[in-house]
């Protein structure tokens, strides 16, 4: 069932060097019970889409008013501050990627935990703080009881995401959105997370959208993906579609620059050039500067459209436009 | 045996451990210390990229001051060979220490905070070579600068703008540019792709691995993260609180890896192929605080395969062929 439902999504930057295009026709919906996996290198929007779930964006973003972010039938950019307070921690929660900078490190994990609870929540703080214990425990912190008392800093980077991921599912939210959960983190505790948020998904039946730069993650963790590149989808679909059978020129080239452990002597290709500023978005498709497959007038002056596939995976890429 | 010590390698590092101390909690407590690397022995071959990988809190980043000289270690030894002779970075005299930092560089980790926002790229170059006192005159610095920038694709139109105006990439390029800019010999890249998407990530390890062997480098590689170890290092060494518990060369190690740690590892590398795995699998736990180190094995209180000798005897690091395992059960 759907969960979240994204539609025409268009954002723009009010800067000083005039209204900057951030997110250009962002169109997806997440499911219940589904990881939804958004990669894209830095710049890409990944993390502007994710906050404008949550209307956490700076004050200069400038909503098109076409776009509409759907739960359960209510336009969410409608929404007043006060009508999206459910949406910021109770319905809808987040995991930041610095397990180090989210917590205050001057008030106890526990108190941060039963704060969180008592806005969201009519309980007491006895009750809110039994949750709160329930929540690391179940999130595999041992002796939770006491080290609820502890300070962020007495944590390591592991248990410090843990105790975040604990208190984002404290509230029992329908969608959890994950931005780079595991990117500073070992691989031995980043295959506990990944391990833990599948688990969470599975037995409580939410939404999660994944946020990563790292393909291999996504792999072994999403239903389904999409690739972003500033600001627009390029590709969507199954992440056996997009991994196995990628479409769009960026999907490829993001792939043959991944390491890849099961044939680490593969040559890594680099993506020639960066992405590009905001300011300097190209005319037509987006990725002609580093595309290798550039075919020549099309890129350069017309907009790919999107292309859905009878199995429903989608690109945008004149290549398939004939 | 005899021609093992003749053909000497060009670092060798024996025994080493490295201490540090422990703040005291008020005036009447010892002064407490521990190794965060731990009688560690390995050789680096000339010309080749000697790779580092380990959990956070293993020892890496101290093991690469130790080899740079920028962290004094307590007891054993490292030997470079260089062809001016033969230098221990302990203690060194301050015209040895000069000759030293020529030949052995850094590139730092985080290309954002490593690069000073007030100098500009070619003053940032430029600077081991008016530090060490390398180039005599200012046409022979820039000479150098310009001949430094163009090997690591800088646009050499750009070199009088500052950091801030460099994306990631292009500033871990100005970052590799400054360590290489004096010649040095030896190179230690402490996670120095890290902070990087793997796409401009892919361009910088095709970089260092282009002017590796242009200039005949040889790098110590640090990171945490397998995939591109594998891909990059022509040996790999793996450490756990302060040991290194197995070394080999990088497709023996990857292929047949021998050491349980070594294979919990490697098991919990995500593979891009989505029909490769299922569950990641998962060590338990977390690596033990240093000042907690078991006795015995110190890899027993996550180890699948411990047994009661694992808690009392240290195995010591056993060689078969080229591959070597600290482990009384490693198959």
Do not use: W
């Not at chain 1, 973003?61 to 336009?75: A, D, F, R, V, W």
């Not at chain 2, 293993?58 to 001016?84: D, M, P, V």
């Not at chain 2, 030293?100 to 560089?105: A, E, G, H």
């Not at chain 2, 945490?224 to 190690?253: Q, R, W």
């Amino acid at each position: 069932m759907s969960l979240v439902k994204v539609e025409n999504l268009n954002i723009q930057f009010d800067t000083d060097e005039g209204q900057l295009l951030a997110l250009e026709d962002v169109n997806f919906t997440v499911n219940n019970g589904e990881i939804l996996g958004i990669a894209g290198e830095s710049g890409s929007g990944k993390t502007i889409t994710a906050k404008s779930l949550m209307q956490l964006n700076d004050e200069n973003t400038l909503y098109h008013p076409n776009s509409k972010i759907l739960h359960q039938g209510e336009n969410l950019l409608n929404y007043d501050e006060l009508k999206m307070v459910p949406y910021r921690g109770k319905i809808f929660s987040m995991i930041f990627q610095e397990p180090m900078a989210s917590f205050a490190p001057a008030i106890r994990i526990g108190d941060q935990m039963v704060e969180q609870l008592q806005i969201h929540e009519n309980i007491s703080v006895q009750e809110a703080r039994e949750r709160s214990i329930q929540a690391l425990t179940s999130v595999g912190i041992p002796d939770s009881a006491t080290l609820i008392d502890q300070y962020s800093y007495e944590f390591s980077g592991g248990m410090r995401q843990r105790a975040m991921i604990a208190m984002a599912l404290s509230t029992n939210p329908q969608l959890l959105i994950a931005d780079e959960p595991t990117t500073a983190l070992d691989v031995t505790i980043q295959a506990q997370i990944i391990n833990l948020i599948k688990r969470e998904v599975r037995e409580r039946n939410m939404g999660v959208i994944f946020i990563t730069h790292d393909l291999a993650l996504l792999a072994q963790t999403a239903h389904r993906i999409l690739i972003m590149y500033m600001g627009k989808i390029v590709e969507s679909g199954t992440t056996y579609q997009v991994l196995t059978n990628p479409q769009h020129p960026y999907t490829q080239s993001l792939i043959e620059s991944s390491p890849d452990i099961n044939n680490f002597e593969k040559p890594l290709i680099p993506i020639p050039g960066e992405v590009p500023l905001l300011k300097d978005r190209p005319q037509g498709c987006v990725f002609q500067n580093r595309c290798k497959k550039i075919m020549g007038e099309a890129c350069r002056t017309q907009k790919p459209l999107t292309v859905a596939q009878e199995d429903g995976h989608t690109v945008a890429c004149h290549i398939y436009h004939e | 045996m005899l021609v093992t010590y003749i053909m000497s390698s060009f670092i060798e590092v024996r025994n080493l451990e490295v201490q540090y101390e422990r703040g005291k909690k008020n005036i009447f407590e010892k002064t407490n210390s521990f190794n965060a690397v731990d009688n560690v022995n390995f050789d680096i071959q000339k010309g080749k990229i000697f790779g580092l990988v380990g959990e956070s809190g293993s020892g890496k980043s101290t093991l690469g001051k130790a080899l740079l000289a920028a962290k004094e270690y307590h007891r054993g030894s490292i030997h470079y060979h260089f062809q001016e002779g033969m230098i221990n970075p302990n203690h060194l005299p301050k015209n040895l220490l000069k000759l030293f930092r020529s030949k052995v560089q850094l590139i730092f980790q985080d290309p954002y905070n490593s690069l000073s926002p007030r100098m500009t790229v070619r003053d940032i170059i430029a600077e081991p070579l008016e530090s060490l006192g390398i180039t005599s005159s200012k046409k022979e610095t820039d000479d150098r600068v310009i001949e430094i920038a163009q090997k690591c694709q800088l646009n050499i139109n750009h070199l009088n703008r500052f950091p801030h105006s460099f994306s990631g990439g292009q500033r871990q390029r100005i970052s590799i540019a400054r360590s290489l800019v004096a010649k040095p010999e030896f190179i230690v890249a402490d996670e120095s792709v890290a902070a990087l998407d793997v796409s401009i990530q892919a361009g910088i390890l095709q970089l260092l691995k282009t002017i590796q062997q242009e200039m005949g480098l040889t790098i110590m590689f640090i990171s945490h993260d397998l995939s591109v170890v594998a891909n990059f290092c022509d040996d790999v060494a793996v450490m756990y609180l302060g040991k290194i518990v197995e070394l080999a060369p990088t497709k023996k190690l990857f292929t047949d890896p021998k050491h349980p740690y070594t294979k919990a590892l490697f098991q919990s590398i995500p593979s891009i192929h989505p029909d490769t795995q299922t569950t990641l699998q998962t060590l338990e736990g977390e690596i033990p605080s240093i000042y907690q180190k078991p006795q015995g094995c110190v890899f027993q209180t996550r180890c699948p395969i411990v047994s009661s000798r694992c808690k009392v005897d240290q195995p010591s690091m056993k060689k078969h062929n080229e591959h070597q395992t600290a482990c009384f059960y490693s198959t």
